[in-house]
């Protein structure tokens, strides 16, 4: 027997939610309409090249979509791109991308499952690698899906047609990126894939291909890229602008509270589990001048933190920021670390975890980030004696207690 599906307006009511683009929209009602009566779930696809080992916020606005499409009953199929990842998806992208070898990719790809899982059901979740097909396809094979698409098609795209005009070079294997991606959604038979607006070239692709192999195309859902806390550029974690989801509830609070106002709705609306009404009722309360949106942040906060650690981490978290941030101290559980012999400060930041390399830390002491003992440190090359008790301070929120 098949499942029960709600009815197809209220299915796309929730599927509309932060959504830019529904390629056809009258496509996907039909789809939906023929999901409604036979019982049958759509196949919901994204894919996520493992290129770095975590996931941020900016990743999760596709997984709660893909969640959202769960709840209403759908299956959903995860691709993670260990060969599309080999390649490097171009899009917006200035020039060739560095290729990664498969076992960095691998290797990248070990942490995405366990990630993926704070979102999305397990059960109602697939799991694939396209590396399971492009593995094993011939070079006969390999032409076969070259020869689906024009060179000049492949030109009409912004970043191939703005590198082509200034000369500068696009590798042949860039073109394949999107054919990849494409016959992925035939490998799978992808009802809808899900994917940023940046993506939307490459999904437009995705229903071209499908037809050339003799499947019903695909619909195409973009959503928004999702703002760094700079509040200007898109969150990465190349730029330092990202929140990561297992990120310490102490960090991720203090990083929500530092967005600008102006992405507080985004950020409610695309990647908190908030219903519907409560957006209206975010929306009408940051329109009203009366209302202080410090308030709506904290309630951002609180939401995400929970979302990832739970409610009594949410709590000790805001509670932490309030002790650091408003009544300026220090909170009493920071960490210990026992100084026993004289120690470069950089290298002792990285020995505590406090930054993720020599780099980092030389970085934030140039930019006034480091205090020791409330004293701005301004020496690279600082070296710690063994003298009772001191207190280290790391850009906004790391605290360590250096002990002898």
Known sequence: MGRKFPP?????????????????????????????????????????????PDIHLGHTVGLRKLRQFQELGHQVIVIIGD???????????NATRPRLTHEEVMENAKTYEKQFF????????????????????????????????TVARMLERDDFA?????????????????????????????DVEIGATEQKFNLVIGRQIQREYGQEPQIVLTLPVLEGIDGVQRMSKSLGNYIGIDEAPEEMFGKVMSIPDELIYSYFELVTDVSLDELQEI?????????????????????????????????????????????????????????????RLIDL???????????EARRLIRQGGVKLDGQ?????????????????????????KITS
Do not use: C
Not at 120 to 145: Q, V
Not at 166 to 171: A, G, N, R, V, Y
Not at 377 to 399: A, H, I, N
């Open 376 to 400: 701005t440190v301004t020496d690279e090359l600082l070296e710690l004696q063994p003298q009772g008790e001191r207190v280290l301070k790391v850009g906004k929120r790391k605290f360590l």
């Open 349 to 359: 930041m990285v020995e505590a975890g406090l930054v993720s390399g020599k780099s």
């Open 8 to 52: 197809v307006e209220e299915q796309l009511k929730i599927i509309a939610r932060g959504t830019v683009d529904l390629i056809p929209l009258e496509e996907l009602k039909a789809k939906l309409q023929r999901s409604y009566e036979t019982g049958e779930p759509l196949r919901i696809k994204q894919g996520f090249d493992p290129t770095a």
């Open 118 to 149: 704070k979102i999305l059901d397990p059960e109602k979740t697939i799991i694939r690698y396209n590396g399971e097909w492009f593995s094993k396809m011939s070079f006969a094979e390999i032409m076969e899906l070259a020869s689906k698409f």
């Open 283 to 343: 929306k009408q309360q940051l329109e009203d001048p009366t209302v202080n949106p410090v308030i709506l942040k904290r309630r951002l906060a609180r939401t995400l933190v929970r979302m990832y650690h739970g409610e009594e981490a949410a709590r000790h978290a805001e509670e932490h920021f309030d002790l650091v941030h408003k009544k300026k101290e220090i909170p009493d559980d920071i960490p210990v670390y026992k100084l026993e012999t004289s120690r």
């Open 83 to 93: 060969y599309t990842g080999m390649v490097g998806d171009p899009s917006e992208k």
């Open 162 to 190: 703005r590198r082509f005009a200034k000369q500068q070079p696009i590798s042949i294997h860039e073109f394949f990126y999107p054919l990849m991606q494409g016959y992925d959604s035939v490998m799978i038979r992808a």
